[in-house]
């Protein structure tokens, strides 16, 4: 890409890596260097957290407001009713209102660490689709909005195409979606001012959808910008993990295994990720991503810091650098541990090592880890434990603890 931008927020949104297309670069460029332009992502409430695959959506979120920009956060209580069929190869399970409410109290929570709220003029917005979709007149809509829509252009875009190529049942309700979020942007145009809808590169046609819609109807010129979808360098999809999906929620994912997420980046990604994921000046992020052989450890922890930080804040990455010093530096293990979160619920007055023991999967019942116990195979931070009777308090986890079986069998306790 040549073009050289104006703008502070084009610009970064280039030399950091962020931007897969845009619809006009220059009247986009011009209308960020002319004063503040409102610009929205949407967010559909599937899950009570977004996960790290949503990451790089807030933080352009994040560098459209330090920009001096007004970011629209956009939750789909409206749009998740429907379900976006955007490169699925089934229908998603329709959730209830009160699970769409529940999720979006949820998600709510993530933005308040990237983004600052409030009615000043470059402050945050948290909107909820719900407001305007909730209400619409079926036939109303039809003849207004509806006709404005080729059924041979939707049948075209490469999010449908690849269902029906596949020969997949796509529903009329899923077919509606890109209607819906076309009518979102529109909304938000007429509403609020909105003059950027940014996303993922699969919501391309939804997002030129909406362009279209506003032009039409309300003869206003606006603009769509899409980030690349991230896969990491071993081709695995971002915001998964061998345990599961990465969550931004600490009371689904803890702050610990979080921060060891990032530290456990591949030496590929490093550069990339400090560029996306970090605000490290860029020659900062070369410099480190160009390290080699153990020293690109150092820019992986400096990674997981930073990443931790914005999230969590700094005490939280302190914590989980100093205990995953403290596990593997002393210990001489691997630095992929299963982790054991427990709530104070969960360990009440006291919970036995011996259901420690068993709960964190180091032993397959309470038998087999009294054995274990017996034998002298089993530590507590690399301290034999002796007593199959030993009582584990809140007090004992305000630090994670290590258990090990043996040499090589090792995982993480902590609370939650």
């Known amino acids: 890409m040549t073009y050289h931008p104006k703008s502070d927020f084009l610009a970064v949104m280039m030399d950091r890596g962020f931007l897969a297309d845009c619809t006009d670069y220059q009247g986009l460029d011009e209308a960020l260097a002319n004063g503040v332009v409102p610009a929205y992502i949407g967010f559909d409430a599937t899950a009570k957290s977004l996960h790290v695959g949503s990451l790089i959506q807030i933080m352009m979120m994040r560098w459209l407001q330090k920009t001096g920009h007004k970011p629209l956060v956009l939750m789909g ?3 998740t009713k429907v379900g976006d069929p955007s490169f699925r190869a089934d229908e998603r399970p329709l959730l209830t209102e009160d699970e769409i409410n529940a999720n979006i109290a949820g998600i709510k929570q993530v933005f308040s660490s990237y983004v600052t709220f409030g009615n000043a003029k470059t402050d945050a917005l948290m909107l909820n689709n719900a407001e305007w979709l909730d209400d619409l ?8 909005i509806g006709r404005h829509f080729s059924v041979n252009r939707m049948l075209s875009f490469e999010s449908v195409k690849s269902r029906l190529d596949r020969e997949q049942s796509l529903s009329f309700l899923e077919f509606n979606y890109m209607i819906l979020q076309a009518y979102d942007f529109l909304e938000l145009n007429r509403r609020y001012g909105c003059l950027l809808q940014m996303g993922g590169s699969d ?25 690349p979808l991230l896969t990491t360098s071993d081709g695995k999809k971002m915001g998964k993990s061998a ?16 921060w060891q ?27 480190l991503g160009a390290l080699e052989g153990s020293d690109i450890n150092t820019a992986k922890i400096t990674l997981a810091n930073e990443v931790t930080t914005l ?5 939280a990455a302190a914590t989980a650098e100093a205990t995953a010093h403290e596990v593997f530096e002393k ?7 299963p982790t054991l ?26 038998k087999e880890a009294k054995r274990l116990i017996a034998e002298n195979g089993a530590k507590m931070d690399d301290a034999a434990i002796t007593d199959t009777g030993l009582m584990i308090g809140q007090n004992d986890l305000s630090q994670p603890i290590k258990l090990s079986a043996g040499k090589k069998r090792h995982a993480i306790v902590q609370l939650g």
């Open 77 to 79: 209580g409206g749009t």
């Open 137 to 144: 007149n079926y036939l109303e809509f039809l003849r207004d």
């Open 203 to 227: 919501q391309w046609g939804n997002i030129v959808n909406g362009i279209d819609l506003t032009r039409r109807v309300l003869d206003h010129e606006i603009y769509g910008l899409t980030s």
């Open 243 to 258: 345990s599961g999906a990465v969550w931004l929620n600490a009371k689904m994912l803890s702050p610990y295994e979080f």
């Open 261 to 287: 997420f990032w530290r456990n980046t591949t030496d590929a990604d490093v550069g990339r990720f400090l560029k996306l994921y970090t605000e490290l000046p860029l020659d900062e992020c070369d410099r």
């Open 311 to 315: 999230l969590h804040g700094a005490d």
């Open 331 to 337: 210990g001489g293990v691997g630095d992929d541990l």
């Open 341 to 366: 979160t427990l709530s104070a619920d969960d360990i009440g007055d006291g919970i036995s090592i011996v259901q420690l023991i068993v709960r964190s999967g180091l032993a397959g019942s309470g």
